[in-house]
Every structure is written in C-alpha cells, then in structure tokens.
C-alpha cells in the first residue's frame, strides 16, 4: 500500500524504524502538562546549553499551515496525534536540540518508544493550582474548551501523571523563576546516567540486566512498558523490607502499578516447601491473574523463591529480578535458575525461567556489610577462573576497591560478571550440553554446596563464602589430578588471602569430615549414572567438566586440605 499525505505534516512518510542517535546526551525531551513551562524554560535551558530549541506543537502548526485547533476541528484528535508523531519522529532524528512536546504527546506509546530510543525525557512536574492559574485565559486548546478548566487539568493529570512519570529525569517544578527552574533542569541533567546493559538473548526469549543507581526507586518507569499488566506481587525478605521495599513500591505506584508485597523470614528457610506452599496460597488468596507480575526484591533465596513462585503460579505468570546482594546481582539474577531446597540437599525442587528484566541496583550495594560483599565477590573471581582470564586480572587489579564498596568498581564488577554469565547461558541454556557449557558455572559449587550442608544453612556460612573455599578445593583437585599448574593455585590463593577472603579449610574453626562432605556431593543434582561431575582446572581461565574424578581422589585431597577422615 502507498504513503499517504500526512494530514499535519503534509509530507508522505513511511514511518521508518526508530534508529538510536550516537549523542542522546544532547537530545532532550521535555514532557507534561500545557502550563509546566516547558517552552518557557526550554527555550532558556536551550541558551545555557548551547543547543537549539523546538517547540513541537509549533513546528506542528507550521508544517500543517494551521492552529491545532484547527487541526482538531478538521481531522479529529486522532489524526492530530498520528501528525504530533511524525513530526516529532523527524525532529529527533535530527541534530541535537532541547524539544518542547505538546501536552499529550508522550501518552502515545509509539511517540514514547521513539522519544527512549533518541533522548532523555524530563518530566516538569507542577501541582494543579500553578497550572490552572497559568492556562487560565489562554485560548487555542482544544482539551480545555470543554468544560470547568481546573477538573479538566485534574482528570488529565490522573490519565497522565503515571505515563509521565516513564520519564527518564523528574524535575518538580513551582512557582520558581525561570532561571532557576532551569538550574535544576541542569542539575538534575548532570546528576543523571543511563544504566549499563547486558542483553540476554536466548532461543525463545530475550530480556536485559540493567546496573545503575536508584533503579529500584524508579522501577516503575523501567516496568511499566514492558509489564502485560499493571499488576504485580512483590515478594521480599524482613530486612530487604525494611531497607528497600517502601521506595520500590513507591516507584510502582507512581506509574500506576498496583502491587501487594509479601515479605518471608531472612534465611534458607524460606525456599523449603513448607514455605513455598504457604506463600502460594497466600498469593492465590489475594487474588492474581496470568498477567499479573511476581516481582522478586531481595538476594539469592529471595530470588530463587520468587523465580519458582512466577514459574508455577497459574503454570507461569511474568518474572521481574531486583537483586540486592552483590552475590545475586552478579549469579543468581542471570540465566532463569530456580530452586527450593529439600530435605536431601539444596537446589533440588526447581525450574528454569527466565525474567523479562533483571533490575541490578547498585547503589543497593551500599548497605551491604563487607561479608556480604565478600560472598559475592567468590562469584566474580569464579567467572574469572572459568573462561575470562582478563577479568581475574582485573579482580587482581581491583578486588580491594570491590569490598570497599567503591561504586564505580561495584558497577563495573557487576557488569562484567553479567556479560560472562550471560554468554554462557546464552550458549547453554538449561544445562543440557554433554560436557562444559553451563554446567561450568558450578565451578567450586560442589565442594561448596557440602560445606553448607555441614553448616545446616543456618548463616553460620554465607553461599559466597562456601563457594570461595570451594574455588580452592577444586583448584587443589585439579593440581592434584595433574591438570592445572600449581603456580595459579599459589596464585588464587594469593589473592583470596590477600583479600581477607575465604580460601582454604583452615579458614573454619572446627575439622570437617571428609566423609560427611562426600556424601553430601553424593546427593548432588549433578550426579549422573552414579558418578558426580567435577569442574576442574588445567589454568587460570580454562575450566573444563570431567566425571572420570575417584571419590578416593576427592578424599585424598580433602585429607590433605585439613579434614579428618
């Protein structure tokens, strides 16, 4: 079918795909209701930064050689907006400018799509009583010739508040002068930054891990597009409760998603069945649909919990990943694992699923305790030792600033980790190849999943930590078995230990048995035919799955490492 003259442009377009700009730091969309001064302070911020300044509705007018009360009149809101598009469409394909929209225009969800993919948007927020005195008078607006003007304002900002709050900058705006209405325009500019991105691409679905600040205060503005529903249950922790959940469901409500949140003990004990059932049930009592969101706010047991809940509920209903541990940020967030523990082991009930967006706040990292940090760090120094020899030299570089909580390095570490992880998932989904493939991210987790069965996951010993000493073990097998060189065991162990990390049976304060340890490994998920497969070591960054390992082998050197018989 042909193009056709756009009614409001009067140009024929074929409404090209959306094609991101190489300086979206420049391109700047002000969105909101008429009145919030966005022409009036778009034109000053234009001057202070440099740029050119477009009032969209202006441009509109001109191109049609009409009022856009005319507009309306003649071809009716829908044309409007369909014309209010396109010509936005060119505008943000051009060169970089500061982009003053019409009231209404941030609303139609292809003109917000384009205005994501080219610009940062900034909300100016202004309370109803300044609007109402500032469009009292005017004419030329279609919307407010219909009636009592403040209950018009009031109902346009109940429709539209929550689409404008996707706004990538807020910036409340009063009775300020200009000038410093725009200072905070700048500020808040300034202070603003994408967040990182690793993409998840699998063979039937695709979804991104985002590592930023303050993203778990904004997480509505980052759901609400791709929720199906604006409806979710949000499962977390007591202590993720207290420190985080009153801001996430605060940026929930803002873009007018409703969630009710369900909070669980702080431990292991919550990924039994016992409290998988209760909470189920709970859920079903409050009433869901298939549509609705299972959001999971917390670290690896929040995580696992609410990833099986979502993968079970109603046969499955969207998954929504905010981890806030370093631990979960950088493992369990990525790659759909699930899992509940039963009486024979950990991780035994579960079920691969994937989110539609993990959410990694990094600035939830600071109220992290060291321990904490440590625990996740294992992880990272894992990925390292499996296939990405750089990032273990990196770790060599900046281990320390990690568990300092420097963010800048907290940011980096997270993303690195992701991408690692992410590549392998991406190559091995559920685990299915018959040698390495995923099954190399258990790197250490056999050894470590043992020693937190001895500890009864009772927080005696943190995941992290358990896989830290692991690590060791299962480079010390390796150099037993000849694989690996015992000069990159000297040096994992050097940077453990000059970490203050685990590394080591020593770091216990009782003596381990080696038998209750293999035992455990007995009953691992990864058993197979009998016979347990080992990740081992033939080097830094060269990692490989073998299951011609002899339990003797495995004692030996658990002997050796310190346990008794």
Known sequence: MSDLPDPVTGSVSSSPAPQKTTDQAKMIVLVGLMGAGKTTIGRRLASRLGLEFVDADQEIERAAGCTIAEIFARHGEPAFRDGERRVIQRLLQGPPKILATGGGAFIDPHTRRLVKAHARSVWLRCPLPILV????????????????????LAAL????????????????????????GTHRIVEALDAHTQPLRVPVRLESHQYEVLIGTDLISRAGAWLAPILPQKRAVVITDETVARLHLPRLMAGLEETGIQAKAFVVPVGEE????????????EILDHGVERRTTVIGLGGGVVGDLSGFVASSLLRGVPFVQIPTTLLSQVDSSVGGKTGLNARAGKNLVGAFYQPQIVLADSSALATLAR?????????????????????????ERHGAEILNGEPAALAEAVKRACAFKARVVMDDEKETAAQDGRALLNLGHSFGHALEAHFKYDGRLLHG????????LAAALSVALGH???????????????????????WFDETLSA?????????????QDGKLSFVLLR??????????VEMDTVRDVLMQEGCAL
């Open 539 to 548: 080097g830094i960054g060269q990692a490989f799955t073998s299951r011609d």
């Open 465 to 472: 930590e358990a896989v830290s000493v692991g690590l060791h």
């Open 157 to 180: 900002q109940a429709q539209r508040h929550p689409i404008y709050a996707e706004a990538d900058i807020i910036v409340d705006c009063g009775d300020d002068t200009i000038d410093h």
């Open 484 to 506: 690996c060189p015992e000069e990159d065991l000297v040096r994992i162990d050097s940077h453990l230990r000059k970490l203050g990390m685990p590394a080591g049976l020593d």
């Open 133 to 152: 005195r500032r469009v009292s008078g005017r004419t030329g607006r279609p919307l407010l010739d219909k009636g009592n003007i403040e209950s018009t």
């Open 371 to 395: 321990r904490e940090r440590v625990a996740g760090y294992a992880e990272i120094v894992k990925a390292g030792l499996i296939a990405d020899p750089e990032l273990f030299a990196w770790c």
């Open 515 to 527: 038998d209750e340890l293999i035992t455990s490994m007995a009953r691992d998920k990864k058993v």
């Open 270 to 281: 919550s990924k039994s069945l016992t409290r998988y059932a209760g909470l189920i049930n």
